[in-house]
């Protein structure tokens, strides 16, 4: 089945919040944000804003009447900035105005002294200084520092990965309108329409059935409307209620890149043991999160690194810390694979390091070591492993002998030109790592002319969840998908939901959507066995038939629908999904936090520009554990977009902090992502299908973010043909590898470990 919003996607017609027809009257905010990352506010200067035409009013933390605080997981986070300001981008007063310009006009007549103080951008300066997010909390299986001595090869390292802008299409925005007693209608584009409700009423002071928030679609989320869409909300919140009109705030790429957090940066250091054989029998590993100035999810990210530590390997002895550091940056959010991909970047990092020194290629470390069904993870959960099969499956079925055999005679007879090949294989947790966010609900009706309407908590934001809903309602009744219709993700439809994310979106809330549907045809087959005095376990609903013992009846669905409604029979249900299985005990940090693993097996080949440090991906070849895909489009693209969103982040996209913590790359033309010409050549998923059971709608594995970390296996092709060309060259782990990189890689300056090898290609590239 195609997605439900593919029509009226190509052809402009899908609805996105600034596409909602205004309301009379409706005004417009604009935030007046701080332009240190750290200092104190002496002074603000309004008057002269206040005069410019159009001005309304200007907000200021004065006006809020309830809390001043957006923190969800800790209240750390002042919506509007009081005496101090923690990060270049923090909003300090809200201006509305008559017109989207006005406000913008008088946003520039702002002025603010502001005493600065000392900035931290680094993670490892902020955790020398103290200055931390939380405790940090390890991970420990066996007993690492006793295994040290039985290894035959100990290698040590570190590791860096840069942040990642959002970008998603749509920019952050919020639509507040008005409605009697108080009451407040809120358009969002939010992943959690429940934690910007939370925060508008929290901001306002009032309770949260005083609230709804209600989202049709996302132009794009990746984690960064989370819990960053709430700002705006309750900006838009607090001017509507207090002025009694309607107010929006659109953000324009500009402020969205400036305002908001970004994937976390993290810097970190390992330290690997093998035996003679090549077993993995030790890793020891400390993450520093760079968290920004307040704590928004990191703390949550930070625990989802330390589930993804060892990747898909099983190492028996594992001690692995992390520390979520205070910086003056925005305050860093989640990002598709949410701490997940910072883990595995080190663990593959850790490998290389070691095949590099032993002059192995790291694909031989990497097979040996992966994990089997069985395998206690660091946490505790056994794993329930197909990373073995997936891996085999992309040898065979890719003949990566062959594409061996091509990179060497390419690499053989080409001096300007190198390629390089890795094996990615990847290992992902799906539920949330919160144990209570495992929860979610539907509401369906069936409608009395037979036709149907969901209802759920689940955010559709390109992913294609609604389409998959959809199916799930179809199945069910067994019934043409064109008679089901999704509904808006409304507050009041579907109360206390979680956060569209952890991929976890389609299992939680089809699960749901599959009960309310399955009590529906349990009354509906109760009316049916009246209707045709039969036993009711004789009855079956097909293909919008009533079946007795398998044979047509005179009864069909539309028939049944409407005979239900006469015996007043209820058409409706709500019902209530929580993944069994799960639990955590932060304690012992021991448990079973996860419903299941998705696993799959990438091999990239790229190849680098030996003159230039440009490159180009060949192609990525992958084999992806879908369990039964119940969309194979959908699914399909999102991993598509995964690989190329991962390569994005491993290859392109530099964030670039200055000193005082100002972000310099805040433009397109300054930050670069993946275009048509990044993209591989060549992208070949095939399905790694299984029969075995588990808690995935329909058996259908979350599909969502495990791709992304397919991207990371682009790294270490490059890294891989930078060796080819420079046996020596010196290259830090340390992602992105821009072509800058790659060519201080290939030609690494002098006094940083450059060889004769190096004069040599130089001499090559000269003579050539
Ligand atoms: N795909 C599209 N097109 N747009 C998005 O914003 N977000 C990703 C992923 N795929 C995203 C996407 C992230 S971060 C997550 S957690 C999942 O989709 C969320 O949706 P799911 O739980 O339905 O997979
Ligand atoms: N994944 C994604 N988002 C989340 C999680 C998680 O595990 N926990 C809280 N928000
Ligand atoms: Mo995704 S990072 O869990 O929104």
């Known amino acids: 089945m195609k997605n439900i919003d593919s029509s009226t996607h190509v052809k402009g017609q899908s609805l996105y919040l600034d596409d909602i027809p205004l309301v009379a009257g409706t005004l417009f905010g604009a935030a007046f944000i701080s332009p240190v990352a750290h200092g104190h506010i002496e002074q603000l200067y309004l008057a002269e804003a206040m005069q410019q035409p159009g001005v309304v009013r200007i907000f200021t933390h004065k006006d809020i009447t309830g809390e001043n605080q957006i923190g969800g997981i800790i209240p750390d986070e002042p919506l509007l900035a009081e005496h101090e300001v923690d990060f270049c981008g923090m909003p300090i007063a809200f201006v509305v105005a008559t017109s989207d310009h006005a406000a913008r006009a008088a946003v520039r007549k702002i002025k603010a002294a502001i005493e600065p103080l000392p900035v931290i951008t680094d993670p490892r300066v902020a955790h020398a200084q103290g200055e931390l997010i939380v405790p940090p909390r390890t991970f420990k299986l066996g007993a690492p520092e006793l295994?040290?001595?039985?290894?035959?090869?100990?290698?040590?390292?570190?590791?860096?990965?840069?942040?990642?802008?959002?970008?998603?299409?749509?920019?952050?925005?919020?639509?507040?309108?008005?409605?009697?007693?108080?009451?407040?209608?809120?358009?969002?584009?939010?992943?959690?329409?429940?934690?910007?409700?939370?925060?508008?009423?929290?901001?306002?002071?009032?309770?949260?059935?005083?609230?709804?928030?209600?989202?049709?679609?996302?132009?794009?989320?990746?984690?960064?409307?989370?819990?960053?869409?709430?700002?705006?909300?309750?900006?838009?919140?607090?001017?509507?209620?207090?002025?009694?009109?309607?107010?929006?705030?659109?953000?324009?790429?500009?402020?969205?890149?400036?305002m908001t957090g970004k994937r976390h940066p993290y810097s970190s250091d390992f330290k690997i043991g093998l035996d003679k054989d090549l077993n993995i029998l030790a890793y020891e590993v400390d993450f520093y999160q760079n968290a920004g100035a307040a704590a928004d999810l990191s703390p949550a990210i930070m625990e989802r690194t330390l589930f993804h530590t060892t990747s898909t390997y099983f190492i028996p002895n594992v001690r692995a810390t992390a520390y979520s550091c205070r910086t003056h940056l925005p305050p860093n959010t989640a990002f598709r694979g949410f701490g997940g991909p910072q883990a595995k970047f080190v663990m593959e990092s850790a490998i290389a390091k070691v095949a590099e020194e032993l002059g192995i290629d790291a694909c031989v470390i990497q097979k040996k070591n992966l994990n089997k069904t069985g395998d206690e993870f660091p946490f505790g959960q056994k794993a329930v492993s197909e990373a073995h099969a997936c891996w085999h499956k992309a040898e065979s079925l890719y003949n990566v002998e062959t594409l061996r055999q091509e990179v060497q005679r390419f690499n053989a007879s080409n001096t300007l030109l190198k390629k390089g090949l890795s094996f990615m294989p990847i290992c992902f947790g799906i539920s949330f790592t919160n144990t209570s966010m495992n929860q979610a609900r539907a509401l369906v009706h069936v409608y009395y002319d037979g036709s149907v309407k969901v209802s759920t908590g689940a955010v559709e934001m390109g992913q294609g969840v609604n389409t998959k809903m959809l199916q799930v309602a179809a199945q069910v009744f067994s019934i043409n998908p064109a008679k089901v219709r999704m509904q808006t993700t409304s507050t009041n439809r579907i109360a206390n939901t979680s956060p569209s994310a952890a991929s976890a979106t389609a299992d939680l809330n089809g699960k749901a959507v599959q009960l309310a549907c399955l009590a529906i045809v349990e009354r509906l087959k109760q009316v049916a066995a009246q209707e045709l005095q039969a036993p009711e376990t004789a009855i079956e609903l097909k293909n919008e038939q009533v079946l007795l013992h398998g044979e047509e009846t005179a009864l069909d669905w539309k028939k049944l629908v409407t005979a239900a409604f006469l015996k007043r029979v209820s058409l409706s249900e709500h019902a209530h999904y929580a993944t069994p299985e799960v639990h955590f005990d932060k304690k012992t940090e021991k448990g079973h936090p996860f419903a299941y693993h998705v696993y799959g097996t990438a091999?990239?080949?790229?190849?680098?520009?030996?003159?230039?440090?440009?490159?180009?991906?060949?192609?990525?070849?992958?084999?992806?554990?879908?369990?039964?895909?119940?969309?194979?489009?959908?699914?399909?693209?999102?991993?598509?977009?995964?690989?190329?969103?991962?390569?994005?982040?491993?290859?392109?996209?530099?964030?670039?902090?200055?000193?005082?913590?100002?972000?310099?790359?805040?433009?397109?033309?300054?930050?670069?992502?993946?275009?048509?010409?990044?993209?591989?050549?060549?992208?070949?998923?095939?399905?790694?299908?299984?029969?075995?059971?588990?808690?995935?709608?329909?058996?259908?594995?979350?599909?969502?973010?495990?791709?992304?970390?397919?991207?990371?296996?682009?790294?270490?092709?490059?890294?891989?043909?930078?060796?080819?060309?420079?046996?020596?060259?010196?290259?830090?782990?340390?992602?992105?590898?821009?072509?800058?990189?790659?060519?201080?890689?290939?030609?690494?300056?002098?006094?940083?470990?450059?060889?004769?090898?190096?004069?040599?290609?130089?001499?090559?590239?000269?003579?050539?």
């Open 147 to 258: 295994a040290w001595e039985h290894c035959e090869y100990v290698v040590e390292g570190s590791a860096d990965t840069n942040g990642q802008e959002h970008l998603y299409i749509e920019t952050q925005c919020a639509y507040a309108i008005p409605q009697e007693n108080g009451e407040l209608k809120i358009y969002s584009s939010t992943q959690s329409p429940t934690a910007s409700q939370r925060t508008a009423a929290r901001v306002l002071g009032v309770p949260m059935h005083q609230v709804e928030v209600d989202v049709i679609r996302l132009g794009g989320g990746f984690g960064g409307k989370e819990d960053q869409a709430n700002a705006w909300v309750a900006l838009c919140a607090l001017a509507a209620y207090h002025l009694g009109k309607p107010v929006k705030y659109v953000l324009d790429r500009l402020e969205d890149m400036q």
């Open 603 to 768: 091999i990239t080949v790229a190849t680098v520009d030996c003159v230039r440090g440009t490159y180009s991906v060949d192609a990525v070849k992958v084999v992806h554990d879908f369990g039964a895909s119940m969309n194979p489009t959908i699914d399909r693209g999102q991993i598509e977009g995964g690989i190329v969103q991962g390569i994005g982040w491993m290859t392109l996209e530099e964030l670039l902090y200055d000193q005082a913590g100002r972000l310099r790359s805040n433009t397109l033309s300054t930050y670069k992502i993946p275009d048509i010409y990044s993209v591989p050549q060549e992208i070949a998923i095939d399905a790694l299908d299984t029969d075995t059971d588990n808690l995935a709608i329909l058996r259908s594995k979350a599909v969502g973010e495990p791709p992304f970390m397919y991207g990371i296996g682009t790294y270490f092709a490059l890294r891989n043909a930078i060796k080819a060309f420079n046996p020596a060259s010196p290259l830090a782990f340390d992602a992105p590898l821009t072509p800058e990189k790659v060519l201080l890689g290939l030609y690494p300056p002098t006094g940083t470990g450059a060889t004769n090898l190096h004069e040599t290609s130089l001499s090559r590239v000269a003579t050539s």
